[in-house]
């Protein structure tokens, strides 16, 4: 069993900063690649960016590359989103944690976690 908790959410102005955190539990970790997801209110979850189970690569939504970085800690089984340049409203959302998936179908991957709301306020 697989469980992922994610943490880092909120309120933050527009053109700010937010790190989000997912921690991972039950099995090994580093076999996992770990993506990001999100979903605004009355659309569908999208995705956002997704890192190999070494780090050594990634992919990012054309709509956040330059402003997000997507990084894990297999030591910590943890993989992290950090969020530059906020902007309101598309990056408002609900963030969600995957894992076992590669690519940009949420259909692709096996685990989620419960999400976390991020504002972008103006």
């Known amino acids: 069993q697989v469980q992922l908790v994610e943490s880092g959410g909120g309120l933050v102005q527009a053109g700010g900063s937010l790190r989000l955190t997912c921690a991972k539990s039950?099995?090994?970790?580093?076999?996992?690649?770990m993506g990001w997801f999100r979903q605004a209110p009355g659309k569908e979850r999208d995705f956002v960016a997704v890192?190999?189970?070494?780090?050594?690569?990634?992919?990012y939504a054309d709509s956040v590359k330059g402003r997000f970085t997507i990084s894990r800690d297999n030591a910590k089984n943890t993989v992290y989103l950090q969020m530059n340049s906020l902007k309101k409203p598309e990056d408002t959302a609900v963030y969600y944690c995957?894992?076992?998936?590669?690519?940009?179908?949420?259909?692709?991957?096996?685990?989620w976690g419960q999400g976390t709301q991020v504002t972008v306020s103006s």
């Open positions: 995957a894992a076992g998936g590669w690519g940009t179908s949420d259909r692709d991957y096996d685990y």
């Open positions: 890192i190999n189970w070494n780090g050594g690569s990634t992919i």
């Open positions: 039950g099995r090994t970790f580093t076999t996992y690649n």
